[in-house]
């Protein structure tokens, strides 16, 4: 992370957003600081808490994609959520909470990859020694046989031994059929399968798992030696892997340097002067407080201190307002960024210059039939003027139009591949018009486009 300035964090996020350089300019230094904080010595860097930052604007115009791409660059664990989900069955709502322990499981998985990784080598090894005690085991030692006896058969054990290596090696024994098998701990009785438990978010299974006794359970199979190789390394990467530095790596990473994106948080934004959809709104409002300002959850992994996450929050706010949500949770983002709508130039660009732009997907799944697909210059404008049109006459769902019209005007194509007749594919001004023109001057165009 310490070679990640703020200018370059922006230049990382300009390869896949474009425009809004405040609010990018805001997560940036907002993610610096955190590399910054772990760099003071003693109490006081506790005592650094982040800047929480709220983005503001219409839909589709780059807020989930900041601070997603964010994340990527810290290589951080990272979650969204929607605000508007724990108000859905009333006051009581979803467990608040609940999102800590789904970024812990994000991380405890990324950092479970991270190190399997890391082990494969010796994992490979393993495994390789594994196959070859199967396709040629030891024989037990013959108590009556003499010294010179013992070193014969040792001798002649380690020559086929590695004739039986090459041969696997080269391989020569890829199809033959061998029997393996891996020691399981499996529970004795199944408790609590599909009791509902789920939605609360409690490991009862797991609570009770360690608590009832447990038998070993041995699982075999014959599959072919390639099948077996892949499956002993698995296996193998999994004994190497310690689950207890998992899990405090993943809590450290959770504690360190966890972003949770919480999208739609004008939707729990309410007088909490009124009645009915407000209380239950207020209510959120006041259990994700603790949180935001750092507190201590319980998780299945251990209690994790929510002080130093940084908390992005998103919303259009059409028909509330950043100063609707309660002071204290107010006071805990300081950091307010507002969105623009794109422009149909903005969405030019956004059809030509990201890394993972439209034109560029479309280019590759169609290589991927074999077929070469082209836009001139002219398409790409002309798309991108579409694009805006729709969003003028229509609800303004910013670059996510490009999605829609992108699928109508590649359509048939989409369909009918592979065809032996497509082989090129030019997307012209011309054809752009002659797809899209009925579509747009339709008055009922959200039966058309989203």
């Not at 993610?31 to 839909?59: A, H, K, S």
């Not at 040629?136 to 003499?146: A, T, V």
């Not at 041969?167 to 024994?173: I, K, S, V, Y």
């Not at 590759?364 to 077929?371: D, G, H, I, S």
């Amino acid at each position: 992370m310490e070679k990640f300035t703020p200018i370059r964090i922006v230049e990382e996020l300009d390869k896949y957003i474009i425009g809004q350089d405040k609010a990018k300019r805001a997560v940036a230094i907002a993610l610096r600081n955190r590399w910054r904080r772990q760099q003071v010595e003693g109490d006081l860097q506790e005592e650094i808490m982040p800047n929480n930052i709220i983005l503001i604007g219409p839909t589709g115009v780059g807020k989930t994609e900041i601070a997603r791409r964010l994340s990527k660059l810290a290589n951080a664990p990272f979650m969204k959520v929607e605000a508007s989900k724990f108000t859905e069955v009333g006051y009581v709502g979803r467990d608040v909470e609940s999102m800590i322990r789904e970024l812990m499981n994000v991380a405890l998985n990324d950092v479970r990859i991270e190190m399997t990784k890391r082990v494969q080598v010796q994992a490979t090894i393993n495994a390789r020694r594994r196959i070859i005690d199967i396709l040629y085991p030891k024989n037990p030692l013959n108590p009556n046989d003499d010294e010179e006896e013992i070193k014969k058969k040792e001798e002649r054990y380690q020559r086929i031994r590695k004739k039986m290596e090459k041969l696997f090696d080269d391989g020569e024994l890829n199809n033959r059929e061998v029997e393996i098998s891996s020691q399981k701990r499996v529970p004795q009785i199944e408790l609590f399968s599909h009791t509902g438990t789920e939605s609360f978010d409690l490991p009862i299974g797991e609570i009770m798992a360690g608590i009832l006794p447990f038998k070993k359970g041995e699982k075999k199979k014959k599959v072919s030696v390639d099948e077996a190789y892949k499956l002993l390394i698995e296996e193998e990467a999994g004994k190497l892997v310690k689950p207890d530095i998992v899990k405090a790596e993943a809590k450290k990473r959770v504690e360190e340097n966890g972003i949770i994106f919480i999208d739609e948080i004008d939707k729990i934004a309410g007088n909490e002067n009124r009645t009915g959809a407000d209380v239950s709104r207020s209510g959120v409002q006041r259990d994700l407080l603790p949180i935001v300002e750092g507190s201590n959850v319980p998780t299945k992994y251990g209690i994790i201190d929510t002080s130093h996450i940084l908390f992005i929050a998103a919303g259009a706010f059409t028909t509330s307002k950043p100063s609707d949500l309660i002071p204290e949770l107010q006071g805990r983002f300081p950091i307010r960024e507002e969105l623009h709508s794109l422009s149909k130039d903005d969405l030019h660009k956004i059809l030509l210059y990201p890394k993972n732009s439209l034109t560029k997907q479309y280019i590759a799944l169609f290589k991927a039939e074999n077929v070469k697909l082209k836009f001139s210059e002219d398409a790409v404008e002309e798309i991108a003027n579409f694009a805006a049109k729709a969003n003028v006459k229509m609800e303004d769902i910013g670059a996510r139009r490009l999605n829609t019209i992108m699928n109508s005007l590649l359509d048939n194509y989409l369909f009918n591949m592979p065809n032996p007749k497509i082989k090129t594919v030019t997307i012209t001004k011309t054809k752009v018009n002659k797809k899209l023109d009925k579509i747009i001057k339709n008055e009922d165009l959200s039966k058309y486009i989203l």
